[in-house]
């Protein structure tokens, strides 16, 4: 049984950082790229960032783009999202995302296995 759990949410002033991390476990995969997406009630779960298997590739939201960071350490499966200059449209639930693919993919229809989710809430 493969379980993605998340840790690192928490509320922070606009302006601040927080950093994100996504643990896999009980799975064996060969080249499994991880994303983050985040979703606010009432609306679809957005993609936000991904990385390869190996690290060699990343990709953003245009949203994100200069303020976060995606990186990833296999030796501990884990994946992390460090979120600089946080603005209150930010806030969401966080949720980490595996599939085995080498290639990048933002759509949430294509990634199997998905952790419960970590709220982060940007106060103005």
């Known amino acids: 049984q493969v379980q993605l759990v998340e840790s690192g949410g928490g509320l922070v002033q606009a302006g601040g950082s927080l950093r994100l991390s996504c643990a896999a476990s009980?799975?064996?995969?060969?080249?499994?790229?991880m994303a983050w997406f985040r979703q606010v009630p009432g609306k679809e779960r957005d993609f936000v960032a991904g990385?390869?298997?190996?690290?060699?590739?990343?990709y953003f939201a245009d949203s994100v783009k200069g303020r976060f960071a995606i990186s990833r350490d296999n030796a501990k499966n884990t994946v992390y999202l460090q979120m600089n200059s946080l603005k209150p449209e930010d806030t969401a639930v966080y949720y980490c995302?595996?599939?085995?693919?080498?290639?990048?993919?933002?759509?949430?229809?294509?990634?199997?296995?998905w952790g419960q989710g970590t709220q982060v809430t940007v106060s103005s």
């Open positions: 009980g799975g064996r995969f060969s080249r499994p790229a």
């Open positions: 995302a595996l599939r085995e693919g080498i290639s990048l993919v933002t759509s949430a229809r294509m990634y199997v296995f």
């Open positions: 990385i390869t298997w190996n690290g060699d590739s990343t």
